[in-house]
């Protein structure tokens, strides 16, 4: 059977929404400037990433690389940052260097009171 009306169309601008967000969420602050810094190690690897749709690459004298763009999303982008470990390192905005510090601190707080049988690695 089908509905009577159809669901009301949301009048929303995705590219709008897109270039305002990183992923999927966006935060209350709104838009900020997005500072990260590749080691030499990583930066090969993060060239091959579109992080955002403003993004600009910079490549560093050391062989690094630094990603600069405007987004929303510091939680979004505090997990995105795990996988890259101690290869990225937030530069702006320092309230994102605190959501990372936070985030960190929370999953190490799982680990550190872990039973002694756990294997740790090498």
Do not use: K
């Amino acid at each position: 059977r089908l509905l009577p009306d159809p669901a009301p169309v949301l009048d929303i601008d995705l590219a709008a929404f897109v270039q305002r967000s990183f992923g999927v969420f966006q935060d209350a602050e709104g838009p900020r400037r997005i500072v990260w810094r590749f080691t030499a190690h990583a930066a090969p690897n993060a060239r091959t990433y579109r992080f955002h749709p403003t993004q600009e690459m910079i490549d560093l004298p050391d062989g690094g690389l630094e990603v600069r763009f405007t987004a929303s999303s510091l939680w979004e982008m505090a997990l995105h940052l795990f996988g890259w470990g101690p290869d990225v390192e937030v530069i702006e905005p320092p309230e994102l260097r605190e959501e990372l510090l936070f985030r960190c601190r929370e999953v190490m707080s799982v680990y550190e009171d872990a039973p002694a049988n756990i294997p740790t690695p090498a």
